[in-house]
Every structure is written in C-alpha cells, then in structure tokens.
C-alpha cells in the first residue's frame, strides 16, 4: 500500500509524481507524492493587517492560506525570524507549530522574537537542515507541513528536495499536506 504526500503549490510550478521510500523506524507504507492538477493549487488568503503583525503582505497571504486548525500540528521549514510561525501560533489553541532552519543567525533572531509564543507550549524552534530532520524520541507527527522559498523545494536543489520529502513523510501523519511557496 503506498501513502501520498500531497504538495499544494503557492506559485506556479513544475507537477508530477515522484516515487519515494520512506526511511523510519516506525512501520510506514512507500510513499508518492501528488502534486494537485489545477494550475491555482489553493486560494490565496486576504491580507488582514490584525493577524499579520510583522508579515509581510506576501507571508501574511501564505499564512492565511494555510488550512490551521487550533489544533494543528505545523512543521515550518525555513523559517528564517519567525514571522510566519508566530502568526501561526497565535491561530493555535491545542496544537504547536515547530520552525526549523538550518541557519543559527535565524534561529537566534527567531528565539528572541517569540518568548511569548514558546513559552506558552505552541511555538518551538529547532536549529536544523530540512535533509538532516527527524522527530524527536515522543514527538508527535505534523499534519500540515509549509516551506515559503526553500531552495530544496522550490525545484533549485533537487537532489536535496528528495531528501527533505522523505524526512517529511517520515515526520508527518498519513493524511498530511505540504505546502510550498516558491
């Protein structure tokens, strides 16, 4: 039985199936990841400047695209300050978002603007690279997945895009979405 991983693109973008096998210790099925068909993978969002805090226009748009739930489990890849995952943590009531980058620049930048939102449980950062992420021993798996100009998703890196799908597919639940902007 194979697994999809559905990859719902932003911005325009080549679409086709690449075939996967998941690398874990937990039992997994193959996976195969499905890019949407229609040229507008999903609606962009309206910029509301309440919500979007220090978002850009632009990041703003993406978040509020993004189907949260206040319960969601979000993995953000390539968060860079923290905008993106802050805006998404305050949308959380249960759930938890983690950011992870692979630059510890960001990361620090990231820390000091979301006290608030690590320290009330929703929002946590991880100094990472997207090739090199795995779970945590009791961390439980994302159910939504958002990458905005990551040059291992957007088609720049593609050896390395096939390296983060498989960390993803490890890291996520069965019915999980990723999100790419690129």
């Known amino acids: ?105 960001a990361i620090a930048q990231a820390e000091a603007a979301s006290v608030d939102e690590i320290r009330s449980g929703r929002m946590s950062l991880r100094l990472v690279a997207a090739e090199e992420f795995a779970l945590r021993a009791g961390e439980e798996p994302f159910d939504l997945v958002f990458a905005v100009r990551v040059g291992a998703l957007d088609g720049r890196h593609p050896q390395a895009g096939q390296q983060v799908l498989r960390r993803i597919a490890i890291a996520t639940t069965s019915d999980a979405r990723l999100f790419i902007d690129s």
């Open 1 to 105: 039985e194979q697994q999809d991983v559905r990859v719902d693109q932003f911005g325009a973008g080549e679409r086709d199936q690449l075939p996967l096998a998941a690398e874990s210790d937990r039992p997994r099925s193959p996976i195969r990841v499905r890019y949407p068909s229609d040229s507008a993978a999903i609606a962009v969002g309206v910029y509301d400047p309440i919500c979007a805090g220090d978002l850009s226009p632009r990041l703003a748009e993406v978040v509020d695209a993004l189907p949260i739930k206040p319960h969601s489990r979000v993995l953000e890849i390539g968060c860079g300050p923290g905008a993106a995952a802050r805006a998404i943590a305050a949308r959380l009531t249960t759930g938890h978002i983690l950011a992870i980058d692979r630059s510890a620049a």
